[in-house]
């Protein structure tokens, strides 16, 4: 049978309507093994040794956007890395002549930043989601167990670089492994990188939600919640991961509920499972009051102090 290069569309609460691009629909090609990923195990590759065509991708593509008009953004990804393709610059620039009012995405580890030609490539799209789950060289090599030769300095270096040089909207990943990357160390360890960015959009936070390549488990909800306070304040953290999240509902007063809001601007499916009822009330009442407001970032809604609004804007 014929390996489909086009998938969806997907509806994402992150990032609208997804029409996807498989970059490598036949086999899974990626320079990570990662224990969490939903592929099968595999032996990692620094390139692709099966290759679609542009021609064919760009006819496949233009086929789906006639197909599904209410698209918001084209979707590069892969059963693997998708910038190991080979032909990723021409692939861009092929897709930015059809793409019409649509945004081109791309989601990608981070590692092949480090290869200038894939640097400069990415500057030319609208949206980058970059992962880094891990900063510290033991954590990374256990939890993505990398190629020959991926230095997670250099790597760390690559994406710091890149957020001074894209113009487009940058959203960075970080997924949590039960007892990997889910200890205070690492995250301060990933905070003070994250700190550095230049420029990002939003930074996800989640774990696993979907059976992993290897015997490891995600963390819950609330344990999700309790890490994100390890960031920065003034970090656009979002807490992705709810498909098996467990509500842990609990009282809150009007100056606990804007102490944590100070903290960590929460969205309104976050509030669902953190707050009580009566809570709940309060958020209301808060808000009718305006001392709170909703912050839109992206396709998300963030509830934010209305006195840190001003400081959000200054920071970015």
């Known amino acids: 049978m014929e390996n489909k290069t086009i998938f969806g569309p997907i509806h994402s609460r992150r990032f609208g309507n997804s029409l996807g691009i498989d970059l490598s629909s036949a086999i899974k090609q990626c320079n990570f093994d990662c224990l969490y990923c939903e592929l099968s195990p595999s032996a990692t590759v620094d390139h692709q040794v099966i290759v679609t065509d542009v021609q064919t991708i760009i006819n496949d593509l233009k086929f789906a956007l006639r197909e599904h008009k209410n698209i918001d953004v084209i979707t590069l990804t892969a059963n693997g890395e998708p910038t190991l393709y080979p032909y990723l610059d021409e692939l861009i620039d092929e897709i930015q002549k059809i793409k019409e009012d649509k945004e081109i995405l791309i989601l990608t580890n981070s590692a092949t930043l480090i290869d200038q030609k894939v640097f400069h490539t990415l500057l030319k799209l609208d949206q980058v989601k970059l992962s880094l789950d891990a900063v510290t060289l033991e954590v990374f090599k256990k939890i993505d167990r990398p190629h020959i030769g991926i230095d997670i300095e250099m790597l760390t270096c690559k994406v710091l670089e890149f957020s001074q040089k894209f113009t487009g909207k ?91 809001l100070d903290k960590r601007p929460l969205t309104y499916e976050d509030i669902e499972l953190l707050f009580d009822k009566e809570s709940q009330k309060r958020l209301k009442n808060l808000l009718e009051n305006e001392n709170i407001v909703i912050n839109k970032v992206g396709n998300l809604e963030f509830l934010i102090l209305s006195k840190n609004v001003e400081r959000k804007r200054r920071k970015s």
């Open 170 to 260: 940058l959203y960075i990943e970080v997924l949590f492994v039960y007892g990997l990357n889910d200890t205070v160390d690492e995250v301060k360890a990933i905070n003070e990188v994250l700190k550095k960015l230049s420029h990002v959009e939003r930074i996800d936070i989640g774990t696993i939600d979907r059976p992993p390549a290897y015997p490891v488990q995600g963390i819950c909800y609330g344990e999700l919640f309790e890490l994100s306070k390890l960031f920065d304040p003034s970090l656009p953290i979002h807490i992705a991961s709810r498909t098996h999240a467990e509500s842990c509902q609990s009282p809150y007063s009007d100056e606990e509920i804007l102490n944590t």
